[in-house]
């Protein structure tokens, strides 16, 4: 479901947004999400190995905990990261901060940042803000909005996504997922400008099962996007379940799993239609592959080349870098089997330039905000679709300015 359409707040949780005073901008940029009661948690983190502190400490607290987590404390403006033991000590008195305030114990407390590298994070501001914060914590839609817009940096848009499935006897599972990123996005998130994502439900579901819900979810939405290729320090998809529902969900329910997947993909392709500077949205269908792994080589080659990127900020049909971008992916190929449509126009056969080719029609086709390019490798089985974005000089205009 999208932002405008009806949809119900998962039981069991409250929300809310404040300034902090963190953003020079003077606006919210601290948010709390807070479960009645500790609720399981399934978590994915960058696969960076720089590391911004928060993550270290959430890997910490969902361990001593068991995987329950009680708040979530989320600040935009600073990453804290790359500050050393200062950054530790900072997403540490974040969570003793929050402990104090909600009656809970310190490691049931999940700090997230995002921002500017490689600046001390205040974290007395964050807990000066807290008690104020937590008062006026709400279940309602408004509530839940407020922090899809606090936890904003260089985005343009919220991004949220909805899905709701009834119960097998009385009741329904609710499922609410909010989450920012707009550059530096290229989630490699384990297993396997920041992406930060919040999925919260109200069914009744034990920690170890919650992460089996999880892995795959993440597997086939944010792992399949990218913006420019560069992989955040803070990347991070935390899983919520209160269970205030009563409906229990068993590991395995392809009812849920396929709910969830739904909430994670659109959050995924709000994230890479909200890119730094785009203006044009592209989706890769990879087939024919070795295996979905050389599909999804393939792909990250095309959407992390420079020159395939800024061809479609021209809408120009350049298809040899496409070619070029394939033969580079290290995925097994023949390159004499290669075709290559945009849309349903072909473009290239048999690894050459395809007898019906149109250039006015394929330019005007690439002039859309958003269109498809498939690929047929015609080694195998493999496959798999894949979100990315162009190349614009707004883009470089935003990164070049963003910390100044």
């Known amino acids: 479901m999208s932002d405008a359409a009806p949809f119900l707040i998962p039981r069991g949780f409250r929300f809310g947004a404040a300034v902090a005073g963190i953003k020079a901008s003077g606006r919210p940029d601290f948010s709390l999400i807070a479960a009645d009661a500790p609720a399981s948690a399934a978590a994915a983190f960058t696969a960076n190995r720089v ?3 928060p993550l270290i400490v959430d890997k910490e607290n969902l361990r001593a905990s068991g995987g329950k987590v009680r708040v979530v404390a989320i600040n935009a ?6 500050a050393g033991q200062a950054g530790l000590d900072a997403a540490r008195a974040t969570c003793t901060a929050a402990s104090k305030v909600f009656a809970c114990a310190p490691e049931e407390v999940f700090p997230s940042s995002t921002g500017v590298i490689g600046v001390p994070l205040p974290a007395g501001k964050l807990a000066a803000a807290m008690p104020g914060l937590a008062a006026r914590l709400g279940r309602e839609r408004d509530h839940f909005l407020e922090v899809a817009a606090a936890i904003l940096t260089t985005d343009t848009v919220k991004k949220t996504a909805y899905a709701r499935l009834e119960g097998q006897g009385a009741g329904e599972i609710r499922i609410a997922g909010l989450g920012k990123g707009s550059g530096m996005i290229h989630p490699q998130l384990v297993p396997h400008a920041t992406m930060l994502v919040y999925v919260l439900t ?3 579901i034990e920690p170890a099962d919650l992460k089996a819900f999880l892995d795959p979810a993440i597997e086939m939405s944010f792992n399949r996007i990218s913006v420019d290729g560069d992989t955040s ?17 068993a590991r395995g329910d392809r009812r849920f799993q396929d709910a969830l997947m739904q909430v994670c993909a659109s959050l995924a392709r709000q994230i890479v ?16 592959a070795r ?13 992390h080349s420079p020159l395939v990127k800024t061809a479609w900020a021209g809408c120009d049909p350049n298809w040899g870098r496409l070619a070029a971008a394939i033969g580079y992916s290290g995925a097994e190929i023949d ?16 690894g050459g330039r395809a007898a019906g080719y149109d250039e006015a029609a394929a330019h005007a ?3 859309q905000d958003e269109f498809s390019i498939s690929i047929d490798l015609h080694q195998g089985q493999g496959s798999c679709v894949f979100w990315t974005t162009d190349l614009t000089a707004e883009y470089i205009h935003i990164n070049a300015d963003y910390s100044t």
């Open 51 to 53: 590391i911004a502190a």
């Open 77 to 82: 403006g600073n990453a804290n990261c790359a």
């Open 202 to 204: 109200d069914a009744a």
């Open 233 to 249: 320090t803070n990347d991070t998809v935390l899983l919520l379940a209160s269970g205030a529902s009563g409906i229990r969900v």
């Open 273 to 288: 239609a909200d890119g730094e500077g785009v203006s044009h949205v592209v989706e890769l269908r990879i087939a024919g």
């Open 291 to 303: 295996s979905d792994a050389d599909a999804l080589r393939v792909a990250k080659a095309i959407a």
């Open 335 to 350: 390159p004499e089997r290669i075709d290559i449509r945009f849309g349903d126009l072909p473009i290239c056969r048999h």
């Open 365 to 367: 086709y690439l002039n």
